[in-house]
């Protein structure tokens, strides 16, 4: 009888049991699912471009090695650009430089070709043959991330690296102050009357050029100038090179052996230069020439070397 009872009193705690089980399915089923999409995860900052010189936004432009010309960027020089490219989130530098030519008036004559890739944080351009009328150098250096959300490039367009123009708090070409125009390297120097006030195109005489006929008590100053296209003539745009010379190597020769003045018809080459370290040059009278002939300069013929 007993065990009837205890039987009954089982069969209520298995029925209490599962139906608290059941429960608990239901009520763990009820909180299982999923939520809506967020919008798409951003990084903290898009690129920057920060000058080395000044932790502030711009680039910084430098000769690497030795300049060719004091003032004046020249064919063969190497020039650089260095920047930091900061980006908070971790993305890789992905920065591109374009450089331009442009003539005195501003205007784009073209992208050069001939250019180094990025390396690190530094862009290097080997200056090669500028087109005809290219009077200074700028770039379109275009800050950027190789990856990342947002991705929105920092433009800077600097129209004269010399001047840093559009290069708001980088440090522009040294030596250079936007002068132009881009020098060629290749030399040509005259020999012209100073009162002729020879300059680029001006027409002034040349006497080096063996036509005109140079006299006594005749004063002559050196030039020297970019000759772009290497015809010898001082042209309209080409840049005077004069006072980037060392003086001390300038030395007026005195040629050939001026047998015309000699009375025995024989002449003898000069015993010294006309004069050295000296921009110009006056033709003395035969007692003041340096020649070592009694006929003084007289004969011969003049020469400048720099």
């Keep these: 009888m007993e065990t009837k009872m205890n039987n009954k009193k089982r069969r209520p705690l298995k029925k209490i049991a599962l139906a ?47 300049q060719k010309t004091s003032g004046f960027i020249t064919v063969g020089d190497k020039i650089q650009v260095a920047y930091h490219h900061g980006d908070t989130d971790g993305d890789a530098d992905a920065t591109a430089v374009v450089w331009h030519w442009y003539n005195a ?25 500028p087109p005809v009328g ?24 600097i129209a004269d690296i010399g001047q840093g123009v559009g290069n708001p708090n980088g440090e522009p070409l040294p030596d250079v102050g936007g002068g132009g125009p881009i020098i060629s390297g290749t030399q040509a120097g005259g020999i012209f009357l100073t009162s002729s006030s020879a300059t680029a195109g001006s027409g002034a005489t040349n006497y ?53 003045a000699d009375s025995a018809g024989t002449g003898a080459a000069a015993a010294a230069p006309a004069a050295t370290s000296v ?20 004969g011969y013929t003049l020469r400048v070397s720099w």
Excluded: C
């Design 20 to 66: 608290i089980a059941l429960a608990g399915y239901a009520y763990g089923a009820a909180f299982a699912g999923t939520t809506g999409t967020s919008a798409t995860i951003k990084g903290l900052d898009a690129s920057t471009l920060v000058a080395p010189s000044s932790g502030l936004l711009g680039v910084d432009f430098s000769f690497v090695g030795t």
């Design 105 to 129: 008036g501003g205007t784009s004559l073209g992208t050069v070709t001939d250019s180094a890739p990025v390396e690190g944080e530094t862009y290097t351009f080997n200056v090669t043959a």
């Design 134 to 157: 290219a009077h200074h150098l700028g770039a379109v250096i275009t800050g950027n991330s190789a990856t990342g959300d947002p991705r929105t490039p920092i433009v800077l367009t």
């Design 208 to 260: 080096g050029a063996g036509v005109a006929v140079p006299k006594i008590g005749d004063v002559f100053e050196l030039k020297v100038w970019d000759d772009a296209n290497s015809n010898g003539i001082w042209d309209t745009g080409e840049a005077d090179l004069t006072s980037t010379l060392t003086v001390a190597n300038v030395t007026w020769n005195l040629g050939g052996m001026a047998a015309t």
């Design 279 to 298: 921009l110009t040059y006056t033709i003395p009278v035969n007692g003041s020439s340096h020649s070592g002939q009694t006929w003084g300069d007289q």
